[in-house]
Structures are given as structure tokens and as C-alpha cells.
């Protein structure tokens, strides 16, 4: 939300990895700022202590309002995965797809939050969405509108740049089909109309979002050559210094939205952009693989896993009553590249709320399993009766606290620090309510700087050693040693929202554990 603010006022010299759609989360409060006392600032800036504040705006609480944004997104959301499974697999299929995401207990715990994720996922499936009814119909309208949610996703989140390789990719699967169910005789380079219409749509994918994006940043630092750039960007910096002759080449985006990938890169590549990574207990400070296999394994429902396991077997079972190449490859390339990228090389492992970009695909997917409710078996219609019964139960007994949500493999829920850690499982939210423990249980120690006894309260990200507040950002090395103590030699006998675990230490067992 600050570095919305920062874009709407305009102030250009702070540069961060945030995105620029923030800012439609911070007009609420830059609007109380510039209407003075009328009245509706007052509203504009109502807050609302203790609905979930994410980790970027932990140091205070954030206008309901601003809230609203990330709502709007998320029905939106919703709305499409309904109608894109509905359009795929009749109306049984879309609410089906849809039931599944309302009961997606990470598109609720973010749904609400003043960050990125929703609108990353909302905006990317909408391209998607549309790229298909252009794939599909070649008009000029659908065009326009994939072009143009592809620039609110680039605005959105980094990960929407694989939109490209995604349409890429789904023509290129497209083209190669087309062409090798022809007759041999019939096989020749496709025609130069084929060459200018495809021609004519990457123009407009590229032109439009590149506008989009200038757009935000009042063409701010726009056209600035290579060399120009090499001082404010170290990518570019170490690109000339091995093709010095690069530099003439000018770059039709602004000078903030490139520092900001800049400082993205540059953390990943240097393992800067997070605290320590947790994973089974173990914390490094480098990425663990498989982490967004584990977590999604321990992260999402039950059933919502087994009902997808069934909805895959069951498209490749009847994958000839299907029209693949036509419908179900502008959500399964989609699904596929972006799973690879988050199982296999995303470096930034500090919460399964990157992942869900990914979830909308799965959820729509799953609508296939219902196509033609009336000729599903009976037993096919109780199986899955019972699994969204399960669903619910299991998203539902969470509630209100859906950001630590694990699933029931993880059967204890104040074991779940030993899986997982960061945002996964405590991300600040819970801060009124461990106000309202602490005003009810006199003498409890919150967050003890060093080991000590009695009745104490640990937040399990400061207790797996993924962050410890108060220490400096480069001493990350040394986070894991504090509660060293406790988390090893001691057992939580309670918790607060699932987000701070509660401990019973006695003088006899610190000396023990001490002594170890």
C-alpha cells in the first residue's frame, strides 16, 4: 500500500519489488488525504484492527477501503471461473469450479489482503480466458481485451510475464496439430494471411500493455537507451559490460517499472529477498526443492487434491469426447507451465501464496469431472458429494484464521510450524488477537529476547527462525539460534489463531534444556 501511495502522488524516487496495481488499494486513503475534512475522509480512512493485515503494512492497520480493491478482484475471479467452466462444461460444470475456489482456503485467507496475489491471478486468467475466445473466434474485440488484461497483469505481479510463452506456446501446440492432421500432399508453409494475422496479434499484445504500463508511471523515464539505463540498473550494468555495443538500443518502458524488476532480479539471484526459508523444520537461507510441491501438498484441501487427481484421469480417459486443441489447452498450458515454474525454479520460497496464479486452471479443470450431471454415475455423484461435504468441513472449522490453514495430514494443528513457516502460517494477522490473550493472561512473556521461564508466547516465525524482529536484515544467519531453546526442547500446549504457539517452561526444564 506505501509504495501505492507513492505512485499515485506521484514520487518516483522510492524503488521497490511492490507492483503498481497497489495503487488502486491506496486511492482510498490518498482520496482522504486530498479532500480534506468533508466527512468521506473519515470513511475512506476507517480501519478495522485485526482482519488480516499483511507483512508489507504490519506496522500499522490499513483503511477498510483499501481492502476493497483486493475484493473486487476476487470476485471478479470467481465470476470468470464460473463462466470459463461453464462455457467448457455446462453450467453443472461452472458451479462446480466455482464451489471449489469460494472454498479454497488461500484465495479467502488473501482475498481481503492490501497485496498482489488475487489481482496477479484474477488479471492472468482473464487474458487467458480471452485469448482463448480469440483463439477461438479470431475477433478483434477479444483481442483487444486479452491485450489488455495482460497489461493489468504485468502491472500486477512479475509472474504474468509467462502470458507470452503461455500463447506462445498454446498457438505453436495449435499450429503443429493443425498441420499433422493434414494429408501429406496438404502439408505446406502456412499462408502469409496466416503470417499477418498472427503478425497483427502480437503487435497488439505487445503494443497495448507496453502502453499500460507507461500509462501508470506518466511515461516517466520512457525510451531511455541501454546506456542511459546502465546507471540506475545493475542488469544492465553487467549486459554492457560483455555487449558494450548494446547501448544505442532504447527500451519503450518507464525507468521505476525497470528498477523494480532490476531490484527483483538482484534479490533472487543473491538470495536477498526473503528472511530464511523454512522447510520439515530445517532453515537456509537458499531454496529447499519441492517446496510448492510440499506446499502444496500440506496447503490445499483434501479433496480439493482428490477431486483434481480424478478430474485429470478422467480428461485423459475421455480425452476424445473432448476438444483438447480447442478448449481444455487454454487452461492446461497455462496450469502446466506455471506448476514447472513454481515446483521447479522459483527461487522465492516464503509462502504458497505465490501459487495462486496457478489455482483458477485447477479449478475450472476440475469442472469436467460433472459435465452432464445427468449421465454422471451414482456412484461418481455420491463420491463427490461426500468430498465437498469433506471440503467444507475441513476450510470451515479454520475460520475466521485461513492464512495458517493446513490440511488434516498435518493432524495437530500446533504441529504445523514443523512444516512450514512465513507467510504460510503467521504473517502478522493475528496481532489483535494476541492482544485480547495477553489482556487476559497477566505476566505472560511475548517474544522473550532470551530464554526464561514461565508462561511464554512465541509467533511461529519467530520461532522457526525464518524472522526475528528487531535484527537487522543481513544477520538472517543468526535468526535460527534465538528460540533454538524452546523449539527444540519444548512442546506448544496452546496457540492464538494458530500463529503464536503457547509454552509452559519450567525453572527445572530451562535448566535442563540449557545444559544440553
Not at 162 to 167: A, R, T
Not at 347 to 361: A, D
Not at 478 to 498: C, D, M, N, Q, T
Request: net charge positive.
Amino acid at each position: 500500500m506505501h509504495y501505492g501511495m507513492h505512485i499515485l502522488t506521484p514520487d518516483y524516487s522510492w524503488v521497490d519489488t511492490k507492483m503498481p496495481v497497489t495503487a488502486l488499494n491506496a486511492l482510498p486513503a490518498w482520496l482522504s488525504l486530498s479532500i480534506g475534512r468533508t466527512g468521506l475522509d473519515s470513511i475512506l480512512a476507517k480501519t478495522s484492527t485485526g482482519l488480516g493485515f499483511a507483512a508489507n503494512i504490519m506496522s500499522g492497520d490499513v483503511p477498510i477501503a483499501a481492502r476493497a480493491m483486493t475484493i473486487f478482484w476476487a470476485v471478479l475471479l470467481a465470476l470468470y471461473v464460473f463462466r470459463w467452466a461453464k462455457a467448457l462444461y455446462g453450467y453443472s460444470g461452472g458451479l462446480f469450479s466455482l464451489t471449489l475456489f469460494v472454498f479454497s482456503p488461500n484465495v479467502i485467507a488473501h482475498s481481503h489482503l492490501v497485496t498482489s496475489d488475487v489481482a496477479a491471478a484474477c488479471t492472468m486468467t482473464l487474458a487467458c480466458f480471452y485469448f482463448w475466445r480469440y483463439s477461438d473466434s479470431g475477433s478483434t474485440r477479444a483481442l483487444f481485451l486479452t491485450s489488455f488484461w495482460t497489461g493489468i497483469a504485468l502491472i500486477s505481479k512479475y509472474t504474468a510475464v509467462f502470458l507470452f510463452p503461455i500463447f506462445g506456446l498454446i498457438e505453436l501446440i495449435r499450429y503443429i496439430a493443425n498441420v499433422r492432421s493434414r494429408p501429406l500432399s496438404d502439408r505446406r508453409p502456412g499462408s502469409s494471411h496466416l503470417g499477418l494475422s498472427l503478425a497483427r496479434a502480437a503487435v497488439v499484445l505487445l503494443f497495448l500493455p507496453v502502453l499500460i504500463i507507461n500509462g501508470v508511471y506518466l511515461f516517466y523515464g520512457s525510451f531511455m537507451s541501454l546506456e542511459q539505463l546502465a546507471p540506475y540498473l545493475g542488469s544492465v550494468r553487467n549486459l554492457l559490460s560483455e555487449f558494450h555495443w548494446l547501448g544505442f538500443v532504447r527500451i519503450p518502458l518507464p525507468l521505476p517499472y525497470l528498477q523494480s524488476w532490476d531490484k527483483m532480479l538482484f534479490y533472487m539471484g543473491n538470495g536477498l529477498y526473503q528472511g530464511n526459508t523454512y522447510l520439515f523444520g530445517h532453515v537456509r537461507q537458499g531454496p529447499f526443492p519441492g517446496y510448492y510441491f510440499f506446499a502444496f501438498l500440506f496447503k490445499e484441501p483434501l479433496a480439493f487434491q482428490i477431486i483434481l487427481v480424478m478430474a485429470l484421469i478422467h480428461l485423459a480417459r475421455m480425452r476424445k469426447e473432448y476438444d483438447i486443441l480447442g478448449k481444455e489447452l487454454f487452461v492446461l498450458v497455462p496450469a502446466t507451465i506455471l506448476t514447472f515454474y513454481f515446483f521447479v525454479l522459483f527461487r522465492v520460497q516464503i509462502g504458497f501464496r505465490y501459487f495462486l496464479v496457478v489455482l483458477p486452471y485447477l479449478h475450472i479443470l476440475c469442472g469436467s469431472l460433472v459435465k452432464n450431471w445427468t449421465s454422471v454415475t451414482p456412484r461418481i455423484r455420491v463420491a463427490i458429494a461426500v468430498l465437498l461435504t469433506y471440503l467444507a468441513v475441513s476450510v470451515l472449522s479454520y475460520f475466521p484464521h485461513y492464512i495458517p490453514y493446513f490440511n488434516e495430514l498435518v493432524w495437530n494443528r500446533m504441529n504445523a510450524y514443523k512444516i512450514l513457516s512465513d507467510s504460510n502460517l503467521d504473517w502478522g494477522q493475528a496481532g489483535w488477537y494476541l492482544n485480547q490473550y495477553v489482556s487476559q493472561h497477566p505476566g505472560v512473556v511475548v517474544n522473550p529476547v532470551a530464554p526464561t521461564t514461565g508462561r511464554i508466547v512465541v509467533s511461529a516465525r519467530q520461532l522457526t527462525g525464518v524472522w526475528i524482529d528487531g535484527v537487522p536484515f543481513d544477520k538472517k544467519i543468526s535468526f535460527p539460534e534465538k528460540y533454538a531453546w524452546l523449539r527444540e526442547h519444548f512442546h506448544p500446549v496452546g496457540h492464538i489463531a494458530y500463529a503464536y504457539l503457547i509454552f509452559d517452561v519450567s525453572e527445572l526444564d530451562l535448566q535442563r534444556a540449557l545444559a544440553e
